[in-house]
């Protein structure tokens, strides 16, 4: 497994190359840029604007300009914010924590919710139960993430107020109540309608994934002979089925985790959520280019290194695996 | 003398259509899909502009004249919704027929050829799976919007081929799970032993009996589509104004969202509708292709 592990490692080695040698090339082969706007600027002079492109390294050939950026990757130097001045690093490095609080929570909601009412409709199939769910799930894969937050904010903001002190429900706007830095509880009411827009979707995808993946199971010979074996139902579902049936799950997370962070990236923007996807927003309107590679890259390796432990995760968990 | 008993004739395709409408759901979809396609089409005939700006008549509740009220500007947002339904669709249509054509090309090589061929295809697959696709989709989109050059003032095709490009990893992976099952089939020998070429046992033999599943997974892409063009241009970097967009009109919407919280609910209603339609569609083809469901009636 060891051996595994290090070849998988490796190989993400070419495709972080790629990834990185595209998005370079994407970035910067896209004409205008972060000097855009000072070009039309009358204030500014031609020869200002040539001298901070020379300061900026813009006239360089871009091979030399790719190695410089890489050579600074490598070291963990992502080159300096056009925008903010500020070392690339730094900005993403307060940033990161952020997004993943938002991700984690919704994630952690989502199996929550999402495993119990996969499993209930599994076991009572085409029941009252099942066929609400069928149609709330179904509800739930089709409202795009940007509306429903955009909904909540309508009526837990605007609409419905706390009938004590007239202020609205749930706050909306970034991780913290003014002067409550630090404060885990208030970000944790902060959290509440963000992870409600970004879980929704999950929840009504990963239930019913698992609801068919349970139902396949539950034909298996081996729950069979166990009920045969005169174990209760209870075991025999969860014991025995479900460990089986949740396996292809963590495949499938593995899989969805750009879309996790898509998701999150508008959840952000809608929250005022002082995460990565924010950031990147920021930075896509100004053409900010440090900014915009630096939180890619960053993204790209974040998914890969899960999806390695996904499936070292999915080796540990079920011994039919093997590595070769 | 007795009549020999004759067999009754159903073509598959009157019975896979037949299987379709059993799903209730699924006919109501196709039913809602019309309504949208045709409001697209006829969106000329609307009486009012979706551009036109009337700035004494702005924020106008829903009303008799103005169905879905009037936006910051004055404009009426049912012929913006009707406008901007026209280039959802068309965006959501393209690009899956697009993503689907590339994905099916190279699940197909990768699926039937094996070897080396498929190494390197799944690699490439791989590394676009690992992408995350909307950073990509708001950088391009960032360079669309300062863009001059003729040939990207069309921001719609833009969309469309960008969007495809992005998504087509998907059903390249279903069409080779397909074909690696399907090329071991006797008939597929049975053609080779013939003398058919590659071509002729890709494309005669085994891709008809992929229909089904491509059917159901561009139903997905369309989806998808819809909803990843609508956010594109919710964040701003998608169609560009003032050709309106579900998305775009969603977006200045949330500006008005204390003076007028009920503008953002249309443009958001109809893509959930939109999406809602089309998932049932692709759970009645599901039913339609599957021969294995067993319809309680």
Redesign the interface.
């Known amino acids: 497994m060891a051996t595994y592990a290090l070849r998988r490692i490796l190989q993400t080695i070419p495709i972080l190359f790629i990834i990185s040698v595209l998005l370079f090339l994407l970035v910067r082969a896209a004409p205008g840029g972060p000097l855009t706007a000072a070009r039309r600027n009358p204030n500014i002079s031609k020869e200002q604007i040539e001298a901070i492109e020379e300061k900026l390294g813009l006239n360089d050939p871009l091979p030399v300009q790719y190695g410089r950026w890489l050579g600074g990757l490598l070291s963990g130097d992502m080159g300096d914010s056009i925008k903010f001045r500020r070392p690339v690093s730094e900005m993403i490095g307060e940033r990161i924590p952020n997004t993943l609080t938002l991700v984690g929570a919704s994630f952690f909601v989502t199996l929550l919710l999402a495993i119990p009412v996969g499993i209930f409709s599994a076991r009572k199939p085409y029941s009252p139960f099942d066929y609400t769910m069928t149609t709330v799930t179904f509800i739930g894969q089709a409202i795009p993430v940007y509306w429903l937050g955009l909904g909540l904010i309508v009526v837990f903001y605007v609409v419905l107020k706390n009938p004590f002190t007239g202020d609205p429900l749930f706050p909306v706007g970034g991780m913290n109540t003014r002067g409550q830095e630090g404060n885990w509880l208030d970000t944790l009411w902060h959290l509440v309608l963000p992870v409600a827009a970004l879980s929704l979707g999950w929840i009504a995808w990963y239930s019913r994934f698992l609801r068919s993946s349970m139902m396949d199971v539950l034909h298996e010979d081996y729950v069979r002979t166990a009920k045969a074996k005169g174990l209760s139902e209870r075991v025999v579902h969860y014991k025995h089925a479900l460990q089986n049936a949740i396996l292809p799950l963590i495949t499938l997370i593995a899989l969805d985790l750009p879309s996790l962070f898509a998701g999150a990236l508008f959840v952000e923007t809608i929250f005022s959520w002082p995460g990565m996807g924010r950031l990147f927003w920021d930075a896509a309107k100004g053409r900010d280019y440090p900014v915009l590679l630096g939180v890619v890259m960053i993204t790209a390796t974040l998914i890969i290194v899960c999806n390695i432990l996904a499936d070292l995760a999915y080796g540990w968990l079920d011994p039919r695996v093997k590595y070769d | 003398m007795i009549e020999p008993l004759k067999p009754k004739e159903q073509t598959m395709a009157s019975l896979i259509l037949r299987r379709f409408f059993k799903h209730r759901l699924a006919g109501v979809a196709i039913a809602v899909m019309l309504v949208l396609i045709a409001s697209s089409l006829l969106a000329d005939l609307n009486p009012y502009s979706p551009t036109a700006q009337n700035p004494s008549n702005k924020l106008r509740d829903p009303n008799a004249a103005h169905w879905m009220g009037t936006d910051e500007l004055g404009r009426d947002v049912l012929s913006r919704i009707i406008h901007g339904g026209r280039v959802s669709l068309a965006v959501g249509l393209f690009s899956t027929l697009l993503s689907i054509s590339l994905g099916v090309a190279v699940g197909a090589l990768s699926g039937f050829f094996g070897g080396w061929i498929d190494s390197i295809l799944m690699r490439v697959t791989?590394?676009f799976?690992?992408?995350?696709?909307?950073?990509?989709l708001?950088?391009?989109?960032?360079?669309l919007r300062?863009?001059q050059?003729f040939i990207l003032q069309n921001s719609i095709f833009v969309v469309i081929v960008i969007i495809a490009a992005l998504s087509w990893m998907w059903p390249a992976r279903l069409v080779r799970g397909l074909f690696l099952v399907l090329r071991e089939k006797e008939f597929v020998s049975a053609s080779k032993a013939l003398g058919g070429s590659s071509f002729r046992l890709i494309v005669r033999h085994i891709l008809p009996n992929c229909a089904g599943p491509i059917l159901v997974s561009g139903t997905l892409q369309m989806?998808s589509a819809i909803?990843t063009e609508?956010?594109l241009s919710?964040?701003?970097?998608g169609v560009q104004p003032p050709t309106p967009t579900w998305?775009s009109i969603?977006s200045t919407?949330?500006n008005q969202?204390?003076t007028a919280?009920w503008l953002?609910?249309f443009?958001?209603?109809m893509?959930?509708i939109t999406?809602?339609a089309i998932?049932?569609i692709g759970d009645g083809l599901r039913d339609a292709f599957d021969p294995y469901v067993i319809h309680t009636e």
């Open positions: 791989d590394a799976l690992t992408f995350p696709s909307i950073f990509v708001i950088i391009l989109g960032a360079f300062e863009q050059l989806a909803i609508s956010g919710y964040l701003g970097f998305g969603l919407a949330q969202i204390f919280p953002g609910f443009p958001g209603a893509i959930f999406v809602m998932n049932y």
